[in-house]
Structures are given as structure tokens and as C-alpha cells.
């Protein structure tokens, strides 16, 4: 304990007196004080949105996930594609952004606890989807690699494939139909439904994640060729295919979404991965005024960064680095 004596005068009778205080109560409201501004900033950096499920994160927060909560994180990598699943303690990425985007995905990966991804899927073999997948294969335990049955003639696809073959994996070329899981949650193949297209994103693999109450649609960059493969193959069960949340065909193209798709997967929030003033305009006016006139929440990477959803199979949010 810490006694700390000072000495005061009395004003009337001009007598000095001595007076102690135990430092312990002082260092108790000091700790206080400290605890206060730290909870008080902390509310201010997680501060709400104007959307009652939205949360705003520090770019660089770690989330922990509950063993039987969801995490979808769509990676702010500009005009590209990386998306992290987790769920439990168990991941798998959909795409891995551009070549240049290689230390930021591996580092989001590493920020978020991964060690080991289940599935790495390439939905096809375009830069900006498989340019930051060989770093990926490099730098953590993959068990299984995914990618459609099409080859391309460039150095990206050719490093991926060289990364696959140093870890001794192979690829997997998945049907539509098989199911597989991460997790508590299972995924469904969707697309591609046919082998050959003039298109290479056509070629996308496109796969559904359920788990609880939600589901997740993932396009890849597939266009209105393979949106109405997809319909024809689900016609007699069109209400399965209802999702709540789209990643966007082909970063919003006028390309993709067309009005059948968009009222069978009939969706409440719509994500459109693209980059800031990017050269193609993604995403088009004709998507954004689509997706509003069916009062679909839209969320894009290069207005809100990253963008991570949570579920814990009843209720379903959404949070970003950056405001609407």
C-alpha cells in the first residue's frame, strides 16, 4: 500500500496540517477512468450504421467466430474476387483476387487464424479470380483445390498450376449436383452445366452455402448462358433456389443478373465485388436500378471494403470497414 502525505494550511488559525491518502483508492479510480475511455472508444469504432443489421469494423479486426456462428467475408480486393467462408474451425476461399493482390489476401488469411483452407476453389481461370491463388497454395495446408475443366494460356494459370503440383494435390473438377461441407453448413454445385462454352466465364463455378436458416449464392463471373443452365436444371424445384445473400455475377455486369434469375433466387442483399473507378464501370446502372427497384440491400467493395456477414442460423448480419 502507498501512503502519500501533503501538508495544508489552515486559513483561519494559519496552523499547518498533515494529511495522508492511500494511493490504492487513486490508483482504482485511474483504472476506472482507463477502463471508461477504452469501452467508449470501442463503441465508437464498432459504431452502427444506418442499417439496423450493419456493423461498421476496424479494418483490421480479428473475428473469433462462436463454434456454431458463420462468418462469409468478402476480401476488398479491388476489381476481383476473394471470399473467405468459415465456419466452426474449418475454411475454404472462393478465388483469390489479382496477382498483385497475393500479400493481401494471404495476410487477411493469416489475420483471421487461418492454418488450414478445406477447399480453394478458382471458379475459373481469369486473373482477376486465380491471380492470388498460387500464394495462397504456398502458404498455408491445402486439402483439396477445385477449378472447371478449362485450361488457359497464360503465366497466372500456369504458377497456379505449378503451386498445385509442388504441394502433390491435384484438381478436382466438380459436377453440378455434388455437395460437400464446411462445418456445420453444406455447399451445392450449381454451374457450370455444360463442358464447353465461348465464354470463360461461363466456365465459373458456381455453388450455393447453406447453413441454418441461410443461404449463400456465389456467381463467380457467370453470365446469362449459365443463369439459364442453372434455371433449367432447378425448373422443378425453383423455390430451392431462393437465397439470401448473392455475390453479384461478373462484378455487376449487364452481362449477368437477368430478370429471371434475379426474381427465382430472389435474394435480400446483393454483393458486388469491384474496384473503385475501375475501367469496365462495374457494376452497371442497369444491375443497381434492377436490384433497387426490388428494394434488394446492395453492398459493394469499393464503397464498403470488406464485407463480412455473421449467422448463427436464425439471424443473419452484416458489418464493413468502411460506411455506405
Not at 183 to 195: D, I, K, R, S
Not at 220 to 239: C, P, R, W
Not at 264 to 293: C, F, M, R, S, W
Amino acid at each position: 500500500m502507498v501512503i502519500i502525505r501533503f501538508y495544508v494550511e489552515n486559513q483561519e488559525t494559519g496552523r499547518i496540517y498533515m494529511r495522508k491518502i492511500n494511493k490504492k483508492p487513486i490508483l482504482s479510480y485511474l483504472f476506472l477512468f482507463i477502463l471508461i475511455f477504452i469501452i467508449s472508444f470501442v463503441i465508437v469504432g464498432c459504431s452502427k450504421s444506418s442499417d439496423a443489421n450493419s456493423t461498421v469494423y476496424p479494418s483490421q479486426r480479428v473475428i473469433a467466430p462462436r463454434e456454431e456462428e458463420l462468418l462469409v467475408h468478402f476480401i476488398d480486393v479491388g476489381q476481383a474476387d476473394s471470399i473467405l467462408i468459415q465456419q466452426g474451425n474449418e475454411f475454404m476461399l472462393i478465388d483469390g483476387g489479382n496477382n498483385a493482390d497475393s500479400d493481401l489476401v494471404v495476410d487477411y488469411l493469416v489475420n483471421q487464424g487461418v492454418c488450414d483452407l478445406k477447399y480453394v476453389i478458382g471458379t475459373h481461370p481469369h486473373e482477376d479470380h486465380i491471380g492470388g491463388l498460387d500464394a495462397v497454395i504456398d502458404s498455408f495446408n491445402v486439402e483439396t483445390v477445385m477449378m472447371p475443366r478449362v485450361t488457359h494460356n497464360t503465366k497466372t494459370f500456369e504458377d497456379v498450376l505449378q503451386s498445385i503440383k509442388n504441394k502433390g494435390l491435384k484438381i478436382t473438377s466438380p459436377k453440378v449436383g455434388d455437395t460437400y461441407s464446411i462445418g456445420l453448413g453444406q455447399w451445392t454445385v450449381m454451374a457450370p452445366n455444360n463442358t464447353e462454352y465461348k465464354n470463360l466465364n461461363n466456365y465459373s463455378i458456381v455453388i450455393s452455402y447453406s447453413f441454418g436458416n441461410h443461404t449463400f449464392l456465389f456467381m463467380g463471373d457467370a453470365e446469362e448462358q449459365s443463369e439459364v443452365e442453372i434455371l433449367g436444371e432447378n425448373i422443378k424445384t425453383i423455390q430451392n433456389l431462393q437465397v439470401n445473400v448473392i455475390k453479384v455475377g461478373h462484378h455487376g455486369s449487364k452481362t449477368s443478373t437477368t430478370d429471371d434469375f434475379l426474381n427465382a433466387v430472389n435474394p435480400q442483399y446483393a454483393v458486388i465485388t469491384a474496384g473503385h473507378n475501375n475501367k469496365y464501370g462495374h457494376p452497371h446502372t442497369e444491375i443497381l436500378d434492377k436490384l433497387d427497384k426490388k428494394n434488394i440491400k446492395i453492398l459493394r467493395t469499393d464503397t464498403n471494403g470488406n464485407i463480412i456477414f455473421t449467422s448463427d442460423g436464425f439471424k443473419l448480419n452484416y458489418g464493413s470497414n468502411k460506411n455506405d
